[in-house]
């Protein structure tokens, strides 16, 4: 049985930086990690995924060139490292497992419960 928690969502500044974690249990080598995030009145929106075992990386182009998504296979705990933040980065994050390598949350059978954050000046 998979189970994932997120921790470190918080109120950042624009232009600031944040790394959330996710406590995973459960995951093999045939799974994907990914992370998701959902804003206020919009539509579930792919951060990043990553290979459990091949740490394979697939960013959302917008995304890509602050976010940085990664794993610790030893103590079990995926990350978001996020940079240069700005308000639009304002959402719930979720992290995410599954079977395939996609950017689409129909292939991932289990989730967080999520984590808010708020970027405010």
């Known amino acids: 049985q998979v189970q994932l928690v997120e921790s470190g969502g918080k109120l950042v500044q624009p232009g600031g930086s944040l790394t959330l974690s996710c406590a995973v249990s459960?995951?093999?080598?045939?799974?994907?990690a990914g992370w998701f995030r959902q804003a206020p009145g919009k539509d579930q929106e792919f951060v990043a995924y990553?290979?459990?075992?091949?740490?394979?990386?697939y960013y959302a182009d917008s995304l890509l060139d602050r976010f940085t998504i990664s794993r610790d296979r030893d103590k079990n705990t995926l990350y978001l490292q996020m940079n240069s933040l700005k308000l639009a980065d304002r959402a719930v994050y979720f992290c995410?497992?599954?079977?395939?390598?996609?950017?689409?949350?129909?292939?991932?059978?289990?989730w967080g419960q999520g984590t808010q954050v708020t970027v405010s000046s």
């Open positions: 995410a497992a599954g079977r395939y390598a996609s950017p689409l949350a129909r292939y991932y059978a289990d």
């Open positions: 459960g995951l093999t080598d045939s799974n994907y």
């Open positions: 990553i290979g459990w075992l091949s740490v394979h990386t």
